[in-house]
Structure formats: C-alpha cells, structure tokens
C-alpha cells in the first residue's frame, strides 16, 4: 500500500499550493518528491492529558496512518514523561504547510549551505537535501536517538546530510560558516554561535518566544559584523522549546492557593493576556515568571502568573457587574500589576500586533524594537 504514497504526496503539494502556502517549483519537487511515511513510521495521538501511539498494523490502520501523514498536519513523534509524571511531546514532525512556508521565506538558492536545529524526524532534512543536495545539509538534535533514526531513515532514501546528535544552542562549528540557519525550536534569545557561524549576508530564521511563550518566527540577516537584524514574520509560527538536557522535558508549575492572598480589581480582561498583547507584557515581568490557566470543566476560569521568588497574581477572567475583573495576588510583587502597566504601555502604542516587532542580536546583546531598529520603543532580551 506505501506504493501509493506519491500520488499522496502530490495531492498534499496541491493543497499546500491552493493554500498559498507554496509557490516555488523547487519546492513542490521536494514535497512531492520525498515520502514522508519513511520518515514517520508511527506517531502519537493525543487522547486528553495522555497520548497514544498509533501505528500501522493491517490494511485499514495503514491506509489511515498514510492519510494522516500525507495530510497538512504536525506529527507528535516523542513522547516522555516531565518531573510531575505528565506526558510531554518532545519531538514533532512538523505541519507541512509551515514547514514550506519557512523553506520559502529562507530564500535558500543554488549552492548554499544550511544548518538545520532540530532534525526530529529528518523530513525538513530532507526537503533541504532533495533540494540542495545532501552534502550542502547540516542538522543537529538533542537527543541520540532521534538523530539515529533519522540518519537511517534518511540514508535508505538515498539522503546522507551531516547529522550530530549536540546541544543546539551551540550549532556545528566544525562546518561553518552556513547561508542559512533555520530552527524547528523555538529559543528565549539567538544563540550567539548561530550569529558567529552564519556567513556575512546569510540568514536566520527561528521562533523567539519570553518567557511567557509568546513570539514568532523572526528573519535576521547577519551583516558584515556578527549583528543579526531583522522583523518577525507577518503570519504566524510557533515551536517546541530548544532544551539543552535530555532529561529536562518541563516544569512542574507551582502551586496558586486562590484562597489566599490580598485582593482587588482591575479593568485589564486577563483575556487580552491570550494575545499578541502577551509579547510585550513579558518584557514587563520579573525574570521567572510562569503563565498558566484555571481550568474548571473544560473552560478557563482564571489567568496566573507565578514567579520564583514566591510571588503570583490570579485573575478571574469573568467580570463582576461593574465590569472589572478580580484580582488575588501574593508574595513580595504584584504581578498582575506589571501586566497593567504593560497594558496600558501597548495601548498608547496603538496596540501593535507582534509582528511589527523587530530584532537586533549581538554575540553580547540583543534587543527587541518596535517599527524601527531605532525606535524609541524598545526592550533588552535576556541573554
């Protein structure tokens, strides 16, 4: 039955292009051209807080496991368990459709080098190698055993880029420089090896989420200097963390007792914390702070916002008669009050959405600006 895959493939490179998802020959070559099935031999169903792996054991589960993985769909392929006991994916193949967008915006031509964080299953490498040929491809993971795989798979496809299993923070300097960098993880700033190991001109192209997980996928293009300067993308792209232990997979949050804590009101909706507004208000919040919901029956009943050093603030996320919102906070800051502060900074802003942010990164610095690299409107990611 996998003698059917291509016929699938080209109807994915159909949709992918009805979508306006993909628009380059070269491309659909690569989507059409390379079986996924090889790269995805199972997957991971998510059935409430657990997951269960699906794999293809008679007709009717393999025509279905071809289905789903020739569809425009994010592939849970790693699944282990976090310090709390709860499931936690730590390894994807990733939706099709944003995968041939990032391809695209990388802008990679004939004869570049690229380096890729993040193999996961090795289809993104794939892709690069159908497309550049394999000796012009670079990929790196965390963890050995998703680089073996992927090395295997790869190589019965006829694919063999350079793969090492390394802390991706630190990229492979043995092979710089590349043109390009792109990542399947998303990173709090931009490691200062990416910027020294992309060739003057080369770009990089990555999800830059605080501390709140709230960001986007962001452009750079390395000048003359090792600066990397450029503007997150205008539609959206989101990934797994990069972890520099195999064994870290999460945190246990910590505890919020709402029926404690001093209490007041406050006319921010902890809603708009669920938006783009959530980029900005990260840089406002103490280093630490972790974002959570209440979830009663299914629905969220309240925002937190916890910090190590004991302080967290819960917002109900229903307003009382008078329209304001409820607020419980504790510890030796308010944190619900740098949200409003926060809030009523991005309001006098215009309420910018995300993307009109930008980004200029130093091996030292790095600093996120508004419309402008010289913005007066700006704000320092820790490094």
């Known amino acids: 039955m996998t003698d059917q895959w291509q016929a699938r493939a080209e109807a994915l490179a159909d949709k992918l292009t009805a979508d306006g998802d993909l628009h380059t020959a070269e491309w659909r070559a690569a989507v059409c051209g390379v079986p996924r099935h090889e790269l995805v031999p199972r997957y991971y169903e998510q059935e409430g807080t657990t997951y269960r792996l699906v794999t293809p054991d008679d007709d009717a589960s393999r025509r279905a496991w071809l289905d789903r993985v020739y569809s425009d769909t994010t592939l849970i392929t790693a699944v282990v368990a976090d310090s709390s006991g709860r499931q936690v994916p730590v390894s994807s193949s990733t939706k099709p459709d944003l ?13 570049h080098r690229v380096l890729e964080v993040g193999t996961g299953t090795g289809y993104n490498a794939a ?40 802390d991706g923070s630190g990229g492979l300097p043995e092979h710089a420089p590349y043109d390009r960098i792109i990542a ?83 006319t921010v909706n902890p809603v708009e914390l669920d938006g783009g507004f959530r980029f900005l208000a990260q840089f406002r919040l ?15 009943t309240a925002t937190c916002l916890t910090n190590r050093d004991g302080s967290w603030s ?59 690299p010289d913005s007066p409107h700006a704000w320092n990611l820790d490094t």
Request: proline letters at 6%; aromatic letters at 8%; one cysteine or more.
């Open 99 to 111: 995968m041939v967008r990032m391809l695209e915006a990388l802008d990679v031509r004939d004869g």
């Open 127 to 166: 892709l690069l190698s159908h497309r550049l040929g394999a000796d012009r491809v670079f990929s790196i993971d965390l963890r050995p055993e998703l680089v073996d795989a992927a090395a295997e798979r790869l190589a019965t496809m006829g694919y063999r880029p350079v793969l090492r299993a390394v």
């Open 184 to 266: 399947t993880c998303s990173v709090a700033a931009i490691p200062p090896e990416w910027i020294e190991q992309t060739a003057p001109g080369g770009l990089i192209l990555v999800d830059v989420e605080g501390q709140l997980s709230a960001g986007n996928l962001v452009l750079l293009r390395r000048g003359d200097e090792p600066v990397a300067e450029g503007k997150f993308l205008d539609w959206y792209g989101r990934f797994m963390a990069l972890r520099h232990d195999a064994a870290s997979v999460g945190h246990a949050w910590p505890t919020v007792d709402r029926s404690q804590g001093e209490e007041r009101t406050s």
């Open 286 to 300: 103490p280093p630490g702070t972790l974002h959570t919901l209440t979830v009663d029956d299914g629905t969220p």
């Open 314 to 372: 819960s917002v109900d996320r229903a307003a009382d008669e008078s329209g304001r919102y409820r607020v419980r906070s504790a510890g030796p800051r308010d944190l619900w009050a740098d949200v409003e502060h926060a809030y009523d900074e991005w309001r006098a802003m215009g309420a910018p959405v995300w993307h009109r942010f930008g980004l200029t990164a130093t091996p030292t610095t790095q600093r996120v600006w508004l419309d402008s």
